[in-house]
């Protein structure tokens, strides 16, 4: 992830000038213990599976990613110039940590790997990602999920 400072001008402006959403409540979540959540990921890495549209540039789109895709057909789509694809071209976990999340359930620190993760364009401005959210917690409320690993790139 780039820090502000190390971002060029006029984009660190830009970034800067964006408005986060404000909420008028603070929920209070509970739920079970760790040991028997079942997790997903959401990465900001823009991934995409094989043969898909690339995400345009400031998309609020929402990508899928079914648990059983292949690490290989997973491709980066992030259009910023200031994102090092280094670390995920090494190993996708940096930006997308399913295999480390597979052995935590094995080893029984999570309850279970979700079986839909998902994706999303970094770098987006907040207030257009409010659909994106509920999309999400919508799936995963129907998958059963309990957790979300938050990935920014």
Known sequence: ?????DIPQPTR??????????FDTTPFVTGPPLARRRVA?????????????PFPPGSAELRILP???????????HVSINFDRAGFQRDINTVYPLDRLRELAVAG???????????VMGAT???A????????????RDEGVDAI???PV
């Open 13 to 22: 402006d830009a970034v800067a000038g964006l408005v986060s959403p404000g």
């Open 41 to 53: 990921v959401l990465s900001s890495a823009a991934l995409i599976r094989r043969g898909e549209l």
């Open 1 to 5: 992830m780039a820090h502000l400072h």
């Open 149 to 151: 690993l938050l990935c």
């Open 129 to 140: 990602m409010a659909e994106t959210a509920d999309a999400v917690a919508a799936r995963c």
């Open 125 to 127: 401005d907040p207030l």
């Open 67 to 77: 648990a059983d895709t292949p690490a290989g057909d997973l491709l980066m789509s």
């Open 109 to 119: 620190v999570i309850g279970g790997v979700a079986r839909s993760h998902y994706s």
